[in-house]
């Protein structure tokens, strides 16, 4: 929030005294508060000073229960096992090209993936007609594991990266349709009708409400579509191909390396937290006019 | 007033909705004839459910009669048209523009160039008094200012008419009256042309020049009511004017409600 619009706020306070502004530029969301006054000064540090302290306490547990309970690790693998794992993995299974792999084939197919199915999205919110004879199909499709289809993509087109791409598209492609195609349902009649009273033309109500309008919406879908991304390029890396975080899960399973298996696990987790944030930094910046405690 | 040119003219409109499942047809108004004639606040009244939002959506060309026609400076009315400006009970501001741009989005339609938009808009902004908030939000102004706003996009296209379908009925008393006063000045410095459609009996009174009233479903227009008070400026003052009370028990008489709350 830049400065000048918090003064302009502060003014048409004084000036139309009796009238009310609603809401404060940077409004707090109500449990903020609450636990500011019930924590007082340093609430939120402390906060998060017992969640790292929990994370500490949560790896002490995994690195020293397991070997006094007798647990060997080729069953859990400790923290450190995990590490030294790490380290090897990196030296000899030339790690960064599985991560970079991984990573690639994830984004984009979430970006393609995306476009598809907010273009679909749009195009059926345009036309009713389009709408209502693909519903069923586009239900039946949402409804069937989108992930099953894996290994005919490989039958189809071989141990390439392409299976695990369109596998990627596909589940990201449909949460992405679905949520775009209700906002378009939805929007408010009485904003349509204020652009026809304007004379707008069906093109320019599109660009000027339903895709603003529609904005929520299409980034709750990206939300949900960066976290499926990644399960889709595991599954398609699982059953083929000889690269890839999945691929390495399956490797390390056959060698029963159960420390690489768990890293691969941990670090396919990371490839979707950086996903999700990515959107999440976008969701902030296009959606930077709905206050934040709504959000 | 009675000399002047008419703005608006419905003569003899009916507007039937055909029920969903295709039964007998709903008559929403019925052979509703009236006048506004330039510069005059007309206001309409009447029990919910009677079609004051009908007209409204017929005057605006969002729908067309079934019967009667509807002339706006004596040119009939055959769709959307750009002299009609309309004003709901919701803002319908856009929540992703500021409220400058708010305002220009009437005039998008339009074959200006960007700077005399922004010109226009800024100068409905001054009118509203509303110029310190041109680069907010919406969601940073509060239900009045919002409404303000919405008030300078309608009168940014510069309309023949402004057509206000309960605008002031989501806001709570106080800014209810405040809002009132910052309307009928606006309005009356300008000289708009307005149509008024309200539940609020005191707010037809303190607000118009002429009060329609209209009957339950099918909505017909039963009494005319000239509203003869000073201050059409200040419905402030009007307010606490004894013979605005006098006015309120007419229509409340012509409205029958003692007779249906007993």
Redo the contacts between chains.
Sequence with gaps: MTSPDISAVNQGRSAFGTERVATLPEPVAPGHEAIGSAGALGSRTSILFASIAFGIVFLLIWQFLPPALGVPSFIIPTVTDLAHEFTRMVARENLLKHILSTVTIATAGFIIGSLLGAALGYVLGMSVLIEKVLSPYLLGLQIAPKVAFAPLFIMWLGYNAWPKLIVTILVVFFPILVNVLQSMKTVDRDLINLARAYSMSRWQIFWKIEVPASMPALMAGLRIGATLAVIGVTVGELVGGNTGLGYLITFGEGQANTAMVFNAIVLLTFVGILLYGAVAMIEARVLHYIPRAVR | MQNTASVLDLIGVTKRFVAPGGGSALTAIDRVSMTVRDGEFVAVVGPSGCGKSTIL?LV???DRPSEGRILLREVPVEG???S?G?M?Q?D?L????TIVRNVE??L??RAISRAERRERALRELARC?LS??A???????????RQRAALARTLA?EPAIVLLDEPFTALDA??KL?LQKSFAQTIASSQITTLLITHDLMEAVIMSDRILVMSERPGRIVEEIPVDLPDRDNPLARISAPRAREYVDHLLSSLHLEEKAA
């Excluded at chain 2, 680069?135 to 200012?145: A, E």
């Design positions: 959506n605006a060309g969002l959307p048209n750009p009609v309309f709901l919701k319908l856009l929540p992703w523009r989005f009437g998008e339609a008094r310190d908030f680069g907010s939000y919406p969601y940073q102004l509060s239900g009045g200012m296209i106080q800014t405040i």
